[in-house]
């Protein structure tokens, strides 16, 4: 006996079956698009606030031999040795920025800071190691680093204090980093919306100091 014929589902069932997937569909791709375009459209025009009250300006930067970097820039309303003081105090640092686990701090025979530590994003916690240069010449302060860890191919980003008068520093944060095996533009899309985080942790931090 021949199977009875199964009912054809109404115009508006087969409709619904056809719309939905294809809404989450151009869903994900408008979401993929944002992110790609995030992560890839870059400024060679610095942003700089003229006051604290602007808080941090973020942006992805095209430096001059065409990396594309996170940039973030504030002024903080404390002398620039106190920023600095902050900036170079690697030990507390885990207390200072919440993203950072297990932080141990040393310095190198060569006289470089050492920092240790895991950083946790949405990609998981990645260790990192790292030794940083300090540069106080020119008017500036300039603590720097350039090491890549494991997964973290390209680990490159400075910190740059410029003393506005005596109570005013701008602070000038920048990060270069690929991650394995994750694309590139979704790394810096990332960086783009945590980074801004790092700076206000830093100026909260000296905000609380008397």
């Known amino acids: 006996m021949d199977p009875a014929p199964q009912p054809t589902p109404p115009p508006r069932q087969v409709r619904k079956r056809i719309l939905l997937p294809a809404i989450a569909i151009a869903m994900l791709i408008v979401l993929a698009g944002g992110i790609w375009l995030r992560g890839t459209a870059a400024s060679a025009e610095e942003k700089n606030p003229t006051s604290s009250a602007e808080g941090v300006l973020t942006q992805l930067y095209l430096t001059q031999d065409g990396r594309k970097v996170v940039r973030c820039a504030a002024i903080v309303d404390r002398p620039v040795e106190e920023v600095w003081k ?4 690697y030990g507390n640092f885990g207390r200072m ?3 950072l686990r297990d932080v141990r701090a040393g ?6 800071s050492r920092l240790q530590c895991k950083v946790t994003s949405i ?3 990645w260790p990192v190691d790292v030794r940083i240069r300090h540069d106080t010449s020119g008017g500036k302060r300039v603590a720097s680093w350039d090491e890549p860890t494991g997964n973290i191919t390209v680990n490159r980003g400075s910190w740059t204090l410029t003393p506005l008068d005596p109570a ?3 602070v000038i944060y920048l990060l270069d980093v690929e991650v394995r095996p994750f694309p590139d533009a979704l790394v810096r899309a990332v960086l783009l919306s945590r980074q801004k ?3 206000e942790a830093l100026a909260s931090h000296l905000e609380k100091k008397p």
């Open 86 to 89: 902050a900036v170079t105090d």
């Open 97 to 99: 920025f919440p993203m």
């Open 107 to 112: 310095v190198e025979a060569d006289g470089r």
């Open 123 to 125: 990609f998981g916690a």
């Open 168 to 170: 005013k520093t701008r």
């Open 197 to 199: 985080t790092v700076v």
